[in-house]
């Protein structure tokens, strides 16, 4: 008989190059000064202080999306040159309990421990809510604190990274925004909730270094959008509700991870309202066309108008994208588009108008404009070869155009502004960026000039820094 045929053994896939992004970071460090190549600009001193999910995989398998992760802090300092490094868990309620078993004790956006139906109801009514802030970092104060969208947050040591304790944000069976704003003229955390009950309602609220509260005002809200951030002008709060809703019943008895028990609805459209900062008084709803927003950019007023810009999705799938395993096997992102929304109390109906045809996540603006009018925005935008985002991106709004930067083998993140401290134009400073390298296994903060996104310089981290969200940088750090 002939010989049986050969078969070619299989050739292994490679794993997508961002899958690095989102493999766990177990090791905490302290580097006192990064391998740099370029100019760092002597001018440049300070801290940027970054979260982001970086711990994913548990004793029982893995979270089901990217927000999930354990939190983990990350530090540069830059100083006369330099630039130092270092991480650390963040050790709250959530940290602590997955450091010490490998596994969830607390709900998390997409994925809930394993609990009985009686468990699950109670944990509304007596929420054991996740205090596991990867999604951004803030100041109240003197006070450092790590945020996720949970009624509690994490203090923090901003030069050490050590965890302080847990600082509660809200009352149980409210959720609260993870992205307030700071009033620098009274140094109040200005935020949006949503009280969740028979009466469910949206609430402004300002917060005091000293924990001190004032309401601001209230909005009906008897089936609530889903919040992440919102707009904010020197008189308004700015309020926009996407048809992504939930039933504060189904919240409280489908025993499903939290964001599972929201719905997309766009027959009822995008509703917009306006709330008074002195005297509470609500300005509409206005409507608008259905669409899903993470991030509000900039909001200001223009002769009796509120203009509203924000990252507008088509729909709610911009949440189901994200699921890890999705992520981890190489799937693309649909990224946002500029929009802006002008409210006029003559006109309900608003008709939104596309500001740049270059999509983007994550923006930032010069913090000089915030709540006035700009013309420039930064972002994390496509990369030329298919994938997750990874260019850093300027627009300019008064004419739509952008330019991008990006390093062809790997991934940026966040573009994070710092102004020259003797500007005067507009976007005068440096972008810094988180950028992943897998073919060194490892990530860089690059410095870009602001002004045309050349690199001035790179400074290397040993190993991999896991795709994160949002940070902030701090002179006095």
Do not use: K
């Not at 109040?188 to 949503?194: A, C, G, P, S, Y």
């Not at 997309?264 to 066309?289: K, S």
């Not at 300019?396 to 020259?420: C, L, M, N, Y």
């Amino acid at each position: 008989m002939p010989p049986a045929p050969q078969t070619a053994p299989s050739r292994p896939t490679a794993p997508p190059a961002q899958a690095l992004g989102f493999s766990d970071l177990t090791e905490e460090v302290v580097l006192d000064r990064l391998e740099t190549t370029g100019t760092v600009p002597d001018w440049l001193t300070g801290t940027l202080i970054r979260t982001g999910p970086a711990r994913w995989d548990l004793a029982d398998g893995s979270v089901s999306h990217w927000f999930d992760g354990q939190a983990v802090l990350h530090r540069f300092s830059f100083a006369d040159g330099a630039v130092s490094y270092a991480d650390r868990l963040l050790r709250g309620r959530a940290g602590t309990a997955y450091e010490q078993t490998g596994r969830l004790a607390y709900r998390e956006f997409a994925s809930d421990p394993c609990r009985t139906r009686f468990q699950r109801v109670a944990s509304m009514f007596r929420p054991d809510l996740s205090d596991n802030g990867a999604v951004n970092v803030g100041r109240l104060g003197d006070r450092w604190l790590a945020m996720t969208e949970t009624p509690m947050a994490v203090e923090f040591d901003p030069r050490t990274l050590e965890t302080l304790g847990v600082h509660r944000r809200a009352p149980d069976t409210s959720l609260p925004n993870a992205h307030p704003h700071h009033d620098d003229g009274t140094g109040e955390m200005l935020d949006l909730r949503v009280v969740l009950g028979p009466r469910s309602r949206y609430d402004v609220v300002a917060r005091s270094a000293d924990e001190g509260e004032r309401r601001i005002g209230s909005i009906p809200a008897p089936r609530p959008g889903y919040q992440h951030s919102f707009g904010l002008t020197p008189g308004h709060v700015v309020v926009s509700e996407s048809p992504f809703v939930v039933s504060p019943l189904r919240l409280a008895t489908s025993g499903r991870p939290f964001i599972d028990n929201y719905r997309w609805e766009p027959e009822r459209g995008t509703r917009l309202w306006a709330v008074d900062r002195a005297t509470g008084e609500t300005r509409g709803p206005w409507t608008a066309p259905a669409m899903f927003c993470f991030h509000h950019v900039n909001a200001f007023e223009d002769d009796g108008a509120i203009v509203v810009d924000l990252l507008a999705y088509e729909d709610a799938q911009a949440v189901e994208s994200l699921r890890l395993d999705r992520l981890r096997a190489g799937g693309g992102l649909a990224l946002p588009t500029l929009e802006r929304y002008v409210l006029r109390d003559e006109a309900r109906d608003v008709v939104p108008r596309r500001l740049a045809d270059r999509p983007f996540e994550l923006p930032r603006i010069d913090g000089r404009h915030r709540g006035r009018p700009y013309d420039v925005v930064f972002g994390a935008g496509d990369r030329s070869t298919p994938g997750f985002f990874g260019a850093v991106t300027r627009t300019a709004i008064s004419d739509g155009t952008t330019v991008a930067w990006e390093d062809p083998d790997g991934f940026a993140g966040e573009p994070v502004f710092v102004r020259r401290p003797d500007a005067t134009a507009e976007g005068d400073g440096v972008l810094l960026t988180v950028v992943l390298e897998p073919e060194h296994a490892a990530s860089s903060l690059v410095v870009l000039d602001a002004t045309d996104l050349t690199e001035m310089a790179r400074a290397r981290v040993p190993h991999h820094v896991p795709f994160g969200f949002h940070g902030q940088f701090a002179r006095d750090v």
